[in-house]
């Protein structure tokens, strides 16, 4: 079993909607929580993090992560075309080096 | 340039051949990672250097895989014995090398195809 788990897709919407992105985990002693946007051809780029449990709102952008649950979300808002790209959730230890990355979920935004 | 910079972006190899991928980091960034990312796996640790040393090399799937940073900077992966299954993308990574939610800088990867 993997230790992140996420939904790979592919996820289709239409511009405007709510989008949803989920990841779930096993390992109880990860306490930071990212969020990585990649776009096609090109390396992954950090678009949230956040440390425990709790939200956290930038812009269009909302990252929540429920420990008890070891479950963690990415919503966007009002979303655009430019925001078609794959999204991985990445977690990572209070010590040591490593992140963990979930599979990655490819998301289409449809004009 | 101001990001990570990786050579060759694309690399055509025959089974059984040695290949080595370039990554220069960003100027300043002490930590440097090796990520590989396959088709339905993600992104799969391999190796992580803390200047010129790696902690942490325990994501290597086999010995034919080596890494080395020389200067704090350049770093080189080398396959030695290329398999099919070794065809993916290979990234790289540098951050400032600090504890906690640490931001990494990515290059845009080499793109082995070992045929």
């Known amino acids: 079993q993997k230790e992140v788990e996420q939904d790979p897709g592919p996820l289709s919407v239409p511009e405007g909607a709510i989008v949803s992105l989920n990841c779930t985990y096993s390992?109880?002693?990860?306490?930071?929580f990212m969020w990585y946007r990649q776009y096609s051809r090109k390396g992954p780029e950090l678009l949230m993090y956040?440390?425990?449990?709790g939200n956290k709102e930038d812009g269009r952008f909302t990252a929540q992560v429920d420990k008890s649950s070891k479950y963690i979300s990415l919503f966007i808002r009002d979303s655009q075309p430019s925001d078609s790209a794959t999204y991985l959730c990445?977690?990572?230890?209070?010590?040591?080096?490593?992140?963990?990355f979930g599979e990655g979920t490819q998301l289409t935004v449809n004009p | 340039g101001a990001g990570v910079s990786q050579s060759p972006s694309n690399k055509v190899t025959e089974k059984g051949k040695d290949v080595e991928l370039r990554c220069d980091p960003i100027?300043?960034?002490?930590?440097l990672y090796w990520y590989r990312q396959s088709l339905g796996q993600g992104l799969e640790f391999l190796i992580y250097?803390?200047?010129?040393?790696?902690?942490?090399k325990s994501g290597l799937p086999s010995d034919r895989f080596s890494a080395e940073r020389t200067g704090g900077s350049v770093s080189t992966l080398t396959i030695q014995r290329t398999q099919q299954e070794d065809s993916a993308v290979y990234l790289c990574?540098?951050?400032?090398?600090?504890?906690?939610?640490?931001?990494?800088?990515f290059g845009s990867g080499t793109q082995l195809s070992v045929l």
């Open positions: 990445a977690m990572k230890e209070t010590s040591g080096s490593r992140l963990t």
């Open positions: 390992n109880s002693a990860f306490q930071y």
């Open positions: 250097f803390q200047g010129n040393s790696a902690p942490d």
């Open positions: 990574a540098s951050s400032l090398g600090r504890q906690g939610a640490e931001k990494l800088f």
């Open positions: 100027s300043g960034h002490t930590a």
């Open positions: 956040t440390y425990s449990s």
